[in-house]
């Protein structure tokens, strides 16, 4: 019975207690009422508010804590809702509060500086919002805080040692991407120990704050961005390796050796991409002795001067899962021992890496990015067996052989590139991009403290143009690139390509492709770029592709497509280069207009696939120097009067009488009225077409004019011949590889070359420039553009004197130290995508229109000689790292009145993307982006009308 008491009293005492506690955990009146006007006034698009009711104790509301006892309000963390309001005052009347989180918002105004007044705040997030303003000194009053970020607003003012005067107990900092200056004494000694420090993306300095290095406690360190140029190695680097997580990244860190760097075994994030750091990896991957090896994670070196070979030493670093070495100068053959590892990311682009990459012995199951672009390697292609792999990019390398079938074993592959190989054969009929969403990135759920969210970007080559994605872009709708231009492919044209619906771009250009277009095109919804160029593709291009609503980039020229382009506002809203080099196919945008049986019946198709071969092979000629060799066809038919000469073939046959010599008059036939068919030495097979050409013992001599661009040439460039009569050269837009140095320096001595013309642009040519331009004064155009050279620029080029200098997109080095003050004649000096250092060329031709340097390592201050440059209608000095002010005189290039003595088409970094641009006359573009300058944007710039 007593126990039966003890029981019922238990009970009534516990429902005592819980009715007391409900009492007193009820929301205070007050607070509840603020919080309710704040929603009023708020944008909520998630309606992440939906809870916040009159009927609802406002301790249950989304994101809303309060004390137990009291019902205060002590937490609101309203984190990545996209709420849209005013920071207000009422916040200054939660007394109580200790924790506010509304990162990840559209807040806008100033920060309130009663904030500093609430003393129980210990935890203060109010970055990646839209606050301007200064920071209230009153938060520096706040002793019980530990977090203060409020990085990624547009603040700005100074920062003193007041505004963290007492903050005693802070342990995380956040102040970047704000627009700070930093006026702190360099003796100051913080109150706190850090052990997360944010100052990415501000405006430091070029040197290392001196109290920085008084926090001995850090865990977390970023100061990306900052400009650092000077840095006491020794110092630095020591107080770097204690720290667990560390981004320098795009700073100006050089003239230093890699082996400095110590990574220290309880490292596990390491950014140091986009310096100027140089030297052999070698110490700073094989100093890890210990069995256990380091924690390291990320490793990112990309975008430095690193050189020599990848050390075989990786057996250490078996927790590493992200590997950037991208865009280097580091050379040889993968080492063995990366096979050890387990990446979620590699990344080896832009390098001279050469050999086979084999995957026989990888068990990288968890791969995810496989980046090999832009290298030498050769074999057969390597498709790792991951199942997680969703980006493989292999372009611009030497892989041979067939696609493998294995990659349409792969469920999550998102993005394929392959372009700019020596790959043959067919394409896989079972070959897609993946079309339901996946999960997050493996790298995405097991790195989550990733400091800079870069790794998440990929560059693509779509729309025409290299473009930087970042990845979840991709994911999150399951949208896809295939990029397999610049190989050998034959095959009809597939339907499988044709029914992605989600596909972003598809890139099947300079290929073999035969066949039609086939009409389930219309059904790629999402399609923003198609590029079926220089193709062998016909009939006529189906009407649903003007389906294609979100296309913004297309191009089908030279193909053999015939009737009327599709009428539709999409598609006619592009220009005719889109279309070019198909003769027979008419209607807007094209200038040749269609009569009454195309645009009803479209034209008769040509069935048989058309040999060019002849095409080709005119244009080589029969200059001295050339080994040229035309071949018979069996079965030809002397052709009659029925039987019409092929226009395709006219004009070729018209070129190549141009540009020889007939001291016999052997080619008196060749005449405009006359049908080709029946001109000397031509024979035309039963459809027009000119299958064989007999010009022996006709006594012609030379020929000046070769043009074979985007022929497929597969070849070593030292094969070719260049002799003295030759004086217009163009190979681009094909595979030739090897070195340049028999091509340029072969011509004799005592004989200068007539040669004004050479392009030898997009193609694989490697090794450096050689010395021996003294003979080729008469260049006017040279244009290596494109290609995988390297070394520098040598001195002999200074004796040229052309309209226009191409080197862009290669691995050259150095500084541009030619002296081109003399070249009274250069227009464009074009030598972005480089790896050129030192200080901005000074020297100045007077009739520049065109200077592109962007995408270098150049620094130093912008010379005041571009001012004199009256001319000057397009400045890009973007990515590169020159600090110091904009000069005020810049305005001075907008006064230009000269017209172009060259026409040339120009890619331009502009609205967001790269654009080309065929006509410069009248743009007027500065591009001074991604570097370290200082200081106001004159006024004059912002004054220029025509820019």
């Given at each position: 019975m007593?126990?039966?008491?003890s ?6 005492l516990?429902?005592?207690?819980a ?12 607070d ?11 944008v ?5 508010l ?7 104790d406002?301790?249950l ?7 137990h006892?009291?019902?205060r ?6 984190f ?6 005013r ?7 939660y007394e ?9 918002n ?5 920060i309130?500086s009663?904030l ?16 301007s ?49 930093f006026?702190?004494?360099p003796?100051?000694v ?26 001995r ?13 000077n840095i006491d ?6 107080f ?13 860190i ?5 082996s ?15 310096n ?6 070698f110490s700073l ?9 380091t924690?390291?994670?990320v ?7 690193l050189s ?9 670093w ?28 590699l990344?080896?682009s832009d ?10 012995k990888?068990n ?19 498709i ?5 792999l ?6 611009t ?5 067939n696609i493998?079938?294995?990659?349409c ?17 067919s ?16 790298w ?9 969210q ?6 693509i ?13 991709f ?10 231009s610049?190989n ?7 339907k499988n390509?044709?029914s992605?619906?989600?596909?972003l771009s598809?890139?099947?250009?300079r ?7 086939p009409?389930?095109?219309g ?17 006529e ?11 913004a ?36 945008p ?8 195309e ?14 071969s002849f ?7 029969m200059?001295v ?6 071949w018979?066809?069996?079965g ?15 004009g070729?046959l ?14 008196s036939?060749?005449?405009?009225p ?7 030495g031509?024979?035309?097979?039963i459809n027009?077409?000119?299958?064989e ?15 074979l ?5 597969s070849?070593?460039i030292s094969n070719?011949t260049?002799s ?18 028999l ?6 001595s005592?004989k200068e070359s ?8 997009h193609?694989?040519?490697?090794g450096?420039?050689p ?13 290596l553009r ?17 309209w ?5 997109d290669?691995?050259?080095f150095?500084e541009?130290s030619?002296?081109i003050?003399n070249w ?17 060329p ?11 340097l962007?995408a270098?390592q ?15 209608m397009?400045?890009?000095l973007?990515?590169?790292?020159p ?7 810049l ?13 040339e088409?120009?890619?331009i970094?502009?609205?967001g993307?790269?654009?080309?641009y ?5 743009l ?6 991604s570097?370290?300058?200082s ?5 004059e ?7």
């Amino acid at each position: 019975m007593a126990s039966f008491a003890s029981q019922i009293s238990l009970l009534l005492l516990f429902l005592l207690f819980a009715t007391t506690l409900n009492r007193v955990m009820s929301c205070n009146e007050n607070d509840q009422r603020l919080l309710l006007i704040f929603k009023q006034g708020v944008v909520d698009p998630g309606n992440k508010l939906s809870s916040w009711t009159i009927e609802e104790d406002c301790c249950l509301w989304e994101g809303v804590h309060c004390d137990h006892l009291t019902g205060r309000v002590t937490e609101l963390s309203l984190f990545n809702h996209s709420l849209e309001v005013r920071l207000v005052y009422w916040l200054g009347q939660y007394e109580q509060l200790q924790y506010l989180d509304i990162r990840g918002n559209l807040f806008d105004g100033v920060i309130p500086s009663f904030l500093g007044n609430i003393s129980s705040l210990f935890y203060l997030d109010l970055s990646c919002n839209q606050l301007s303003g200064n920071l209230s000194e009153t938060l520096g009053q706040l002793r019980n805080l530990n977090l203060l970020h409020v990085g990624h607003n547009s603040l700005v003012g100074a920062l003193t040692e007041k505004n963290f005067a007492n903050l005693s107990n802070l342990i995380s900092l956040d102040l970047s991407s704000t627009s700070f200056e930093f006026d702190i004494d360099p003796k100051w000694v913080p109150p706190f120990q850090l052990k997360a420090l944010y100052l990415g993306n501000t405006s430091i300095g070029h040197n290392v704050s001196p109290w920085l290095y008084t926090q001995r406690s850090l865990s977390d360190l970023n100061i990306s961005a900052l400009g650092i140029s000077n840095i006491d190695a020794d110092v630095f680097w020591s107080f770097i390796s204690r720290i667990g997580r560390v981004d320098i990244s795009n700073n100006l860190i050089g003239g230093d050796n890699i082996s400095n760097v110590i990574i220290s075994a309880n490292m596990s994030y390491f950014d140091a991409s986009h310096n100027s750091l140089s030297g052999s990896i070698f110490s700073l991957l094989c100093h890890q002795e210990s069995e256990k090896g380091t924690n390291l994670e990320v490793l990112d070196l990309s975008h430095n001067n690193l050189s020599g070979t990848l050390p075989d030493c990786w057996k250490n670093w078996k927790k590493l899962k992200y590997l950037n070495l991208g865009s280097n100068k580091l050379t040889g053959k993968v080492p063995a021992s990366l096979t050890s590892l387990n990446l979620y990311k590699l990344d080896l682009s832009d390098n001279g890496f050469f050999g086979k990459f084999s995957l026989d012995k990888l068990n990288w199951t968890n791969l995810e990015y496989l980046l090999l672009d832009r290298n030498k390697f050769s074999g057969s292609l390597p498709i790792p067996m991951a199942e997680n792999l969703g980006i493989i990019k292999l372009r611009t390398n030497q892989f041979t052989g067939n696609i493998p079938t294995i990659l349409c074993e792969l469920s999550y592959l998102n993005i394929i590139d392959l372009a700019e190989n020596k790959l043959s054969g067919s394409i896989p009929h079972c070959l897609r991009i993946i079309e339901h969403l996946p999960d997050l990135p493996f790298w995405a759920k097991h790195l989550p403290y990733i400091i800079d969210q870069s790794i998440a970007i990929v560059h693509i080559f779509t729309k025409g143009s290299k473009l930087a994605y970042q990845v979840d872009s991709f994911l999150s709708f399951g949208r896809g690139i295939i990029d397999l231009s610049a190989n050998s492919l034959l095959e009809k044209f597939l339907k499988n390509l044709v029914s992605m619906s989600k596909i972003l771009s598809l890139n099947l250009s300079r290929n073999y492709l035969t066949g039609k277009i086939p009409k389930e095109i219309g059904g790629m919804k999402s399609l923003e770029s198609l590029d079926l160029s220089y193709n062998k593709l016909l009939g006529e291009i189906p009407s649903t592709i003007s389906n294609l609503s979100f296309l913004a980039y297309l191009n089908l020229s030279y193909n053999n497509f015939t009737g009327q382009i599709p009428s539709g506002t999409q598609i006619q809203s592009f220009d005719s280069w889109s279309f070019l080099g198909n003769p027979e196919l008419c209607g807007d945008p094209l200038p040749k207009k269609c009569n009454k049986k195309e645009e009803t019946h479209g034209s008769k198709l040509a069935e048989e696939d058309e040999d060019d071969s002849f095409l080709k092979s005119l244009y080589l000629g029969m200059g001295v120097g050339f080994a040229v060799g035309f071949w018979g066809v069996c079965g030809i038919c002397k052709t009659n009067n029925a039987i019409r000469c092929n226009e395709n073939d006219r004009g070729p046959l018209w070129i190549f009488q141009q540009g020889v010599v007939d001291p016999l008059n052997k080619l008196s036939s060749w005449t405009s009225p006359e049908d080709c068919c029946l001109w000397s030495g031509v024979l035309c097979d039963i459809n027009g077409r000119v299958a064989e050409l007999d010009l022996a013992r006709h006594g012609l001599q030379g020929i000046d004019y070769v043009d074979l661009s985007n022929t497929m040439i597969s070849d070593d460039i030292s094969n070719i011949t260049l002799s003295t009569i030759i004086s217009h050269f163009d190979v681009s837009r094909n595979s030739l590889s090897g070195s340049i140095f028999l091509l340029l320096c072969q011509l004799e001595s005592d004989k200068e070359s007539i040669l004004s013309y050479l392009d030898l642009s997009h193609n694989h040519l490697s090794g450096a420039i050689p010395d021996c331009w003294v003979n080729g004064k008469r260049l006017e155009y040279l244009n290596l553009r494109g290609n995988e050279l390297e070394g520098k620029v040598p001195p002999s080029m200074a004796s040229l004197n052309p309209w226009i200098l191409d080197l862009r997109d290669n691995n050259f080095f150095g500084e541009f130290s030619l002296d081109i003050s003399n070249w009274t004649n250069l227009q464009y000096l074009l030598l972005e995508g480089n790896e050129f250092s030192g200080s901005l060329p000074t020297t100045m031709p007077p009739r520049l229109l065109v200077f592109k340097l962007r995408a270098n390592q150049f620094v130093g201050e912008i010379p005041l000689q571009l001012c004199n440059l009256s001319s000057l209608m397009i400045l890009d000095l973007g990515d590169n790292n020159p600090f110091g002010s904009i000069p005020h005189c810049l305005y001075n290039i907008m006064d230009s009145t000269d017209r172009l003595l060259w026409a040339e088409t120009i890619n331009i970094y502009t609205k967001g993307i790269e654009l080309d641009y065929a006509d410069i006359l009248f743009l007027r573009i500065i591009d001074l982006s991604s570097n370290n300058l200082s200081g106001e944007i004159p006024k004059e710039l912002l004054s220029m009308s025509q820019m």
